[in-house]
C-alpha cells in the first residue's frame, strides 16, 4: 500500500499512477531561482512542496537523483525572449557589482533561506553560466533538425513548423498558436526578425552593452532563458526522466518550450510527469509590491510588517504551507498564520507525549489499537493520493486526539497493544520530521548549539549589520531592541555580532 503513488500530471490533466521509468529509481528535476534578488515568499513554497515530495519518495525506498538548477544568466527582464535586458545584468548595473557578485550574493541568501525553512539540499544545484558549451550543442541540434533558424546572429526556435508537424505544442499548458498570435507584442525589440510572432529565442545576439556573453557559432551573444534548463535536465537525469516540477506561473511560456525544444533536439518530450505547484495569495489577493500586498520572509520572522500582529518562525510557516495541497492556492493572513502556530505547537506537544509515555505492556488488540493503526494507513494513503499534506496533517491530528486521550486516562492501554504502540511512536515521528520536514523549534538549542535557533538569529542578525552598513540606525535598532525584549542580548565587536540569552 505505501508504495502505490497517483499523481496529478499536469499533461495529461488527470490523476496518474506513479510509474518510474527505472524501478526504485526517480529523476526529479525542479526549476530554481533566477538568482537576481532576495527569494521570495511564492518561491519559498514552491521549493517547500517539492522538499515534501523529495522526502517522501525518498522515504518509500526510492533512490532520487534531485536536481533544482540556478539560472545566473539568459532570464530578460519581463520575462520576454528578445529585447529588454538580463535580469542579472541589471542588478549589477544597479548595485554596480559584477554579474557573479550579484549571482553570489543572492545564491548565498537563496541557501541560506532554504535551510531556514530545513529543505534538504538537492543531489545536483547546475548553473547555467557552467553549461554553456551544452546548450550551445542544443540550439545547433535544433537548428540540424530543421526546428530553429538563424537571423542576424539570434536563433529562434520555428513554432508553427514544430507544432504542425509534432502535434504536441500546446499540450502542456493549453495553449494554441492562434493564442499566441493574439497576445504577441509587436513592440518587442528584434520582433521582426522572426518569421512568426510565437517563435522563440534559443541564443540571442548579445549588443555591446550586455555584460554577459559568450562567442558561439551564430554570434557573441547568450542563451535564451528556456534553454538552460532543456540542456540541465538532460545532462544529468537523461533525455527521459520521471518527474519535471515547477510553480504553476512556468507552465507557459518556460515549460511548454521546454518540451519544444526537446522534442526539437531529442525527438521526445523529457519528462513522464509534470508537477506545479500553485500560487501564494495574501489577503486573498495576488502578491504585488505595485498596491503594498507583499510581504518578506524576513519580515514575517521580525514581524515588521502591517499586514501581521506578530512575529512568526520559520517552522510555524512551514506548517502553515503544509495545510494547503501544493495544487491549490494558499491564502496567508494573520488569522491563518495565528491558528497555524497554535496547531504546529499542539502537534509538537502531543510528540513529546507520545514519545514520553511507555507502554504498560499485557494489552489486547481492541477497538483502539484497530482505530491507531486504521489512522496510520490512512495518513499514507493521503499521501500517496498526489501528496495532499492537509489531508495526511489531519489524521495525524486524530491521533493527536488518541495520544491525549491515552495520557489524560479517557482511553485505555488495554486496548493498544504494545506493537501499535511502538509503531505510532515510530510513525509519528517519520511523518513530523522525515516526510513534512519540520522541527522542533520548541526545542531549539541555544546558542552554544546547532539548531533552528541558530540559524534564525543568524538570519536577523545579518539584517541588522545590513542596516548598519547602509546606516539605516532605526532598523538596527528595532531589530536590537526587539531582541532585548525577547532578553536576548546583542554584542557588536570587530568580527561582527554575538548574541546571549538571558
Not at 85 to 93: M, S, T, V, W, Y
Not at 185 to 214: C, V
Not at 227 to 252: A, W
Not at 301 to 330: A, C, E, N, W
Amino acid at each position: 500500500m505505501k508504495n502505490t503513488i497517483k499523481l496529478y500530471n499536469s499533461l495529461s490533466r488527470k490523476k496518474e499512477v506513479f510509474e518510474p521509468i527505472n524501478e526504485g529509481f526517480v529523476g526529479m528535476y525542479v526549476c530554481g531561482p533566477t538568482v537576481y534578488s532576495d527569494v521570495h515568499l511564492g518561491n519559498c513554497r514552491t521549493f517547500v512542496s517539492f522538499d515534501i515530495i523529495y522526502r517522501y519518495l525518498v522515504h518509500l525506498g526510492h533512490k532520487v537523483r534531485y536536481v533544482r538548477n540556478i539560472t545566473d544568466v539568459g532570464h530578460l527582464v519581463g520575462d520576454v525572449d528578445t529585447g529588454g535586458e538580463d535580469k542579472i545584468a541589471k542588478r549589477a548595473r544597479l548595485e554596480k557589482l559584477e554579474p557573479m557578485e550579484v549571482v553570489q550574493k543572492y545564491m548565498n541568501g537563496f541557501h541560506d533561506m532554504m535551510k531556514i525553512f530545513n529543505v534538504l539540499p538537492p543531489s545536483i544545484e547546475p548553473r547555467a553560466t557552467g553549461h554553456i558549451p551544452e546548450q550551445i550543442k542544443m540550439v545547433q541540434d535544433i537548428i540540424d533538425n530543421g526546428f530553429a533558424y538563424e537571423q542576424n546572429g539570434s536563433v529562434y526556435f520555428d513554432t508553427p513548423k514544430f507544432a504542425k508537424e509534432s502535434g504536441v505544442y500546446g499540450a502542456l499548458s493549453g495553449r494554441k498558436i492562434e493564442d499566441l498570435i493574439a497576445e504577441s507584442r509587436d513592440d518587442l525589440k528584434n520582433q521582426g526578425e522572426k518569421k512568426h510572432p510565437s517563435d522563440f529565442a534559443i541564443w540571442i545576439k548579445a549588443d555591446p552593452t550586455h555584460l554577459m556573453h559568450w562567442d558561439s557559432p551564430w554570434s557573441v551573444g547568450f542563451p535564451g532563458w528556456h534553454l538552460e534548463c532543456s540542456v540541465m535536465s538532460t545532462k544529468y537525469l537523461g533525455e527521459k526522466f520521471d518527474i519535471h516540477g515547477g510553480g504553476n506561473d512556468l507552465k507557459f511560456p518556460h515549460h511548454e518550450n521546454e518540451v519544444a525544444q526537446n522534442h526539437g533536439a531529442c525527438g521526445h518530450a523529457p519528462a513522464k510527469y509534470w508537477l506545479h505547484g500553485n500560487m501564494l495569495l495574501m489577503n486573498g489577493r495576488k502578491m504585488a509590491k505595485s498596491d503594498g500586498n507583499t510581504i518578506t520572509p524576513e519580515q514575517l520572522f521580525t514581524g515588521d510588517s502591517p499586514h501581521i500582529s506578530k512575529s512568526y518562525s520559520p517552522m510555524v510557516l512551514r506548517f502553515f504551507m503544509l495545510q494547503s495541497h501544493y495544487r491549490s492556492t494558499l491564502d496567508l493572513t494573520d488569522d491563518a498564520l495565528l491558528a497555524a502556530e497554535k496547531g504546529y505547537r499542539r502537534l509538537m506537544e502531543a510528540n513529546q507525549t507520545l514519545q514520553g509515555l511507555n507502554h504498560p505492556g499485557n494489552a489486547g488488540e481492541g477497538d483502539l489499537d484497530k482505530e491507531i493503526n486504521q489512522l496510520i494507513t490512512q495518513a499514507y494513503e493521503e499521501m500517496n493520493d498526489d501528496f495532499n499534506t492537509p489531508k495526511a496533517l489531519a489524521r495525524l491530528f486524530e491521533l493527536v486526539s488518541k495520544v491525549n486521550g491515552l495520557k489524560g486516562g479517557q482511553l485505555s492501554f488495554g486496548e493498544v497493544t504494545e506493537a501499535t504502540w511502538n509503531n505510532l511512536k515510530t510513525t509519528f515521528q517519520i511523518f513530523i520530521y522525515n516526510i513534512f520536514g519540520l522541527q522542533d523549534e520548541m526545542a531549539a538549542s541555544d546558542s552554544n548549539g546547532n539548531g533552528v535557533l541558530d540559524g534564525l538569529m543568524n538570519l536577523i542578525l545579518d539584517m541588522r549589520q545590513t542596516a548598519r552598513v547602509n546606516k539605516d540606525w532605526g532598523t538596527s535598532d528595532k531589530i536590537r531592541d526587539a531582541l532585548k525584549e525577547l532578553e536576548i542580548k546583542v554584542k557588536d565587536g570587530k568580527e561582527g555580532s554575538t548574541w546571549t540569552v538571558g
